[in-house]
C-alpha cells in the first residue's frame, strides 16, 4: 500500500485505486497471475502492456518507399475523372434548380411576401448603391474578358 497518496474519498475509486497498486506489486514481483481478483488480473495485464517497448517507428527510408510506390502505380484517367465529376456537378446543380423550384412552388406564398419586406424600395439610396455594385462587377467581369488578357504566373 502507498501510504503517500491520501484516501479517496469515494470508496470505488479507493477500491480501483488498491486493485491497480496491488497489480502493479504483483507484477513487480512476478507473483503467480492466477493470484487475487478478476480486477487485479486485469490491471496486471494493462502494467504488462504499458511495461513492453511501443513497436518499432517508420524504416528511415519510408518517404524515399512512398515516393517510388507512387512513381511506380499505374496513372489514372485524369480526364475520365473529371469528365465524370463534371456530370455529376451538373446532375447535382440540376436536381437543386428542380428541389427549389418545388419548394418555391409548394410553400412560396407563405414566405415570399416576407422576402419582398426585406428589398428596398426602388427610391431609395440603398438601391443605388445596389446598382453601383452591380455595375462595378460587370465591369470587372467584362474587362476580364477582353482578348489578349495576359494571366499571372
Same mark, same amino acid.
Given at each position: ?6 484516501? /479517496? ?7 480501483? *485505486? ?35 517497448? #511501443?513497436? =518499432?517507428?517508420?524504416?528511415?527510408? /519510408? ?9 511506380? !502505380? ?11 465529376? /463534371? ?7 440540376? %436536381?437543386? %434548380?428542380?428541389?427549389?423550384?418545388? %419548394? ?6 407563405? *414566405? #415570399? ?9 426602388? =427610391?431609395? =439610396?440603398?438601391?443605388? *448603391?445596389?446598382? !453601383?455594385? &452591380?455595375?462595378? %462587377?460587370? !465591369?470587372? *467581369?467584362?474587362? &476580364? ?9
Amino acid at each position: 500500500m502507498n501510504h503517500d497518496i491520501p484516501p /479517496f474519498d469515494d470508496p470505488a475509486q479507493e477500491r480501483e *485505486w488498491q486493485a491497480q497498486e496491488r497489480a502493479l506489486r504483483a507484477e513487480r514481483l512476478g507473483l503467480d497471475p492466477s493470484n487475487g481478483d478478476g480486477r487485479v488480473r486485469r490491471y496486471r495485464l494493462m502494467a504488462r502492456a504499458l511495461r513492453e517497448p #511501443l513497436p =518499432s517507428a517508420l524504416p528511415d527510408d /519510408f518517404a524515399q518507399q512512398m515516393a517510388a510506390r507512387v512513381a511506380t !502505380a499505374p496513372a489514372r484517367d485524369e480526364i475520365g475523372d473529371s469528365r465524370s465529376e /463534371f456530370i455529376l456537378m451538373g446532375l447535382l446543380g440540376v %436536381v437543386l %434548380v428542380v428541389a427549389a423550384g418545388v %419548394v418555391t412552388a409548394d410553400y412560396g406564398a407563405a *414566405w #415570399l411576401p416576407a422576402f419582398r419586406l426585406l428589398l428596398p424600395q426602388p =427610391s431609395s =439610396s440603398a438601391t443605388e *448603391w445596389l446598382m !453601383a455594385l &452591380g455595375g462595378c %462587377v460587370a !465591369a470587372t *467581369w467584362l474587362l &476580364g474578358l477582353r482578348p489578349g488578357r495576359r494571366l499571372a504566373g
